[in-house]
């Protein structure tokens, strides 16, 4: 088959298919993107056309597109209303690593790269079985708790709690991996204080994260995490990406976090772009994508 007998004209509505495309070295084929996409800097100069909520059907349309990308069911009613506008619409609904991987399986399908698809897989499963023979050099395995949101408290979707153990630490609320929705993740704050984790480690949805207003919690001071000051920020835009970004420079946030809580530095090419050898930044999250806030 040709080029010319797959999608030409794709419109992705959240971040991750437009960063796989471009690594794919495809973003000619993109049109048009979700207001929020911003991996790689490049995706800047695409027309915006959406929302992770809302999405201007008329400028879609005006785009021409053969097929638009959609992720999780907060979109059902997007999709809804392009396919009564007869757009072809392709939805993802990935909230595993697995997940993550099938995704890239079929939207290489979709436009026929599937052996660059396995490749871009197999690049990807390298990097993260490096970060897991660097956690075998911690000295133990330390408690963590990832919070997605401040009010409620919503633990870590599947593939961040995943990331977390390949990153070197032991989720305190490892029943939660295989809990989709958001509001099947809310947690309390005695829940986590019984757990008392040894980290702590926030993404917002897109919020700027209040280290201080997390330790000043009623109760929080007994936590080992608060205690012994490791609790951290992990922007969004990569950690809450279901897509290649989680995998390189969030699962390399973890990372980083979880080593300088057990006293292990980190070899540079395993930190994330920007941060040195004996850093830990606390990089802002004001403009990430609100990916699960809303489920």
């Not at 990308?69 to 993802?92: M, N, P, W, Y």
Request: proline content about 5%.
């Amino acid at each position: 088959m040709t080029r010319e007998s797959f999608p030409e004209r794709i419109v992705c509505l959240t971040e991750e298919t437009v960063e796989t495309l471009y690594l794919l070295g495809e973003q000619d084929r993109i049109v048009g993107v979700s207001g929020f996409a911003r991996r790689p800097p490049e995706v800047r100069t695409k027309p915006r056309v959406a929302t992770f909520l809302d999405a201007k059907y008329d400028d879609i349309l005006a785009l021409k597109p053969d097929l638009v990308l959609t992720f999780s069911d907060v979109q059902a009613e997007i999709i809804k209303q392009l396919a009564l506008r007869g757009v072809t619409v392709f939805h993802f609904n990935q909230r595993r690593i697995a997940g993550i991987f099938e995704m890239i399986v079929m939207l290489t399908r979709l436009i026929g790269r599937e052996a660059d698809g396995a490749a871009l897989i197999a690049k990807l499963e390298s990097g993260l079985d490096k970060i897991r023979d660097s956690a075998k050099r911690f000295p133990h395995r330390p408690r963590v708790y990832f919070e997605e949101w401040d009010d409620p408290l919503i633990g870590g979707i599947g593939w961040v709690e995943e990331l977390i153990e390949i990153a070197g630490g032991e989720p305190v609320f490892p029943a939660l991996v295989g809990c989709g929705k958001a509001q099947d993740r809310v947690v309390t704050a005695a829940d986590v204080i019984a757990r008392d984790p040894e980290v702590i480690l926030a993404s917002w949805c897109g919020k700027k994260v209040k280290i201080d207003e997390i330790a000043s919690r009623p109760g929080w001071d007994a936590i080992s995490a608060v205690r012994n000051r490791h609790v951290y920020e992990i922007p969004s835009d990569c950690i809450l990406q279901p897509g290649p970004a989680s995998l390189t420079d969030g699962v390399k946030h973890l990372h980083a976090a979880i080593a300088r809580a057990v006293g292990v530095e980190v070899a540079q090419e395993l930190l994330p772009a920007g941060m040195g050898g004996s850093e830990f930044g606390t990089a802002t999250a004001d403009d990430a994508e609100v990916h699960l806030l809303e489920e």
